[in-house]
Nanobody, 124 residues
Framework: QVQLVQSGGGLVQAGGSLTLSCAAS????????MGWFRRAPGKEREFVAG????????YYADSVKGRFTISRNNTKNTVYLQMNSLRLEDTAVYYC?????????????????WGQGTQVTVPS
């Protein structure tokens, strides 16, 4: 059973930065493709960022491109989401997700494992 445990999150002023972490309880983390999604109040969960086996293979939703950075540390079995220049519209519950294999995946149903979610709030 693979578990994804998230940490980070909280309240940050507009323009500020925050880093989310997601640790996987699996020895073969290096063969997992990972992603971050978010669900804003009253909206469906949406893709934010993804990373393949190679830490240099990353991709982003247009809404966060240039502001957010996804990265991974395979020795720590952890994926990160560095969020800069945060905006009011970034307020959401953020989820990490994982799947075996080296796939570029932007849809929820392409991922097998999910973190518990963590709240990020950018107050108005």
């Amino acid at each position: 059973q693979v578990q994804l445990v998230q940490s980070g999150g909280g309240l940050v002023q507009a323009g500020g930065s925050l880093t989310l972490s997601c640790a996987a309880s699996v020895r073969t983390f290096n063969i997992f493709s990972m992603g971050w999604f978010r669900r804003a109040p009253g909206k469906e969960r949406e893709f934010v960022a993804g990373i393949l086996w190679s830490a240099t293979s990353t991709y982003y939703a247009d809404s966060v491109k240039g502001r957010f950075t996804i990265s991974r540390n395979n020795t720590k079995n952890t994926v990160y989401l560095q969020m800069n220049s945060l905006r009011l519209e970034d307020t959401a519950v953020y989820y990490c997700a994982g799947r075996r294999g080296n796939y570029r995946s932007t849809r929820e149903n392409e991922y097998t494992y999910w973190g518990q979610g963590t709240q990020v709030t950018v107050p108005s």
